[in-house]
């Protein structure tokens, strides 16, 4: 290690507790995962200052792409979290459908929402009528005199 590892390890400490502690504190994590979560934040620090460029157009999604899809939710590739639905979290990101598909290879077809969400909220609709064309009701006449 040279002397600039040495003057850079304070920092690097704070910084690692405080992105564990903010990461941990939204998300539950096992006891026995901690210590490969604090290494593998520590290795991300560390290689901030002296990783290379990846190259462009090659991206590395946080989950395997035939993984994302299941009947409840769907995992978003830019954060690796879970949704029910994927528009509005990709227009918090500035995304479309059609750009999140571009940008990660997806097929045309890539579902923006969750299959079994899909099907509920399908249900409620027709449940209160949605989808049906009106009734039309016809005044009663009084022909009982």
Known sequence: MSSADHVETPQMIGLVSDIVSAY??????????LSSLIRSVHEAVARLGSA???????????VPIKKTVTPDYLISLEDGRRYRTLKRH??????????????????????????????????????I?????PVVRRPRSNQAA
Do not use: C, F, H, I
Not at 52 to 62: K, Q, S, V, W
Not at 129 to 133: F, S, V
């Open 90 to 127: 990709l227009a918090g990101r500035g995304l479309t459908p059609e750009q999140y598909r571009q940008k990660w290879g997806l097929p045309p077809d890539y579902p923006m929402v969750a299959a079994n969400y899909a099907a509920q909220r399908s249900e409620l609709a027709k449940s």
């Open 24 to 33: 941990v504190s939204n998300n539950s994590v096992p006891v026995g995962e």
């Open 52 to 62: 290379a460029p990846a190259e462009p157009g090659r991206l590395t999604p946080p």
């Open 129 to 133: 009528g949605l989808g049906q064309k």
